[in-house]
Nanobody, 121 residues
Framework: QVQLVESGGGLVQRGESLRLSCSAS????????MEWYRQVPGKQRELVAQ???????RYSDSVKGRFTISRNNANHTMYLQMNSLRPEDTAVYYC???????????????WGQGTQVTVSS
């Protein structure tokens, strides 16, 4: 079994920064694509940023140029550096990862419990 734990959320003012972390633990052989999603009440969860095992990244248009996704494969951790935050960035942020637990085991998808980010105006 694999657990993902997010941290780093909080309350900030417009224009400030936050850095989210997602730490994976458990029976891990390899972590493939890792992603950050966010969700506000009453809306669908949306993909914010994605990073492959090799380091290729992709961002939603709403955060491009302000957010940076990164990962440390050695300690199974992913980060999201969020700069120039806006009130519309307010949401619960979730990490998602494809993880295999053995060399012949197909990867499974895991989610963290979420961390709240609130940006005041």
């Amino acid at each position: 079994q694999v657990q993902l734990v997010e941290s780093g959320g909080g309350l900030v003012q417009r224009g400030e920064s936050l850095r989210l972390s997602c730490s994976a633990s458990g029976t891990i052989y390899s972590i493939y694509t890792m992603e950050w999603y966010r969700q506000v009440p009453g809306k669908q969860r949306e993909l914010v940023a994605q990073i492959t095992k090799g380091g290729s990244t992709r961002y939603s248009d709403s955060v491009k140029g302000r957010f940076t996704i990164s990962r440390n494969n050695a300690n199974h951790t992913m980060y999201l550096q969020m700069n120039s935050l806006r009130p519309e960035d307010t949401a619960v942020y979730y990490c998602n990862a494809e993880v295999s637990s053995g060399p012949t085991t197909a990867p499974s998808e895991y989610w963290g419990q979420g961390t709240q980010v609130t940006v005041s105006s």
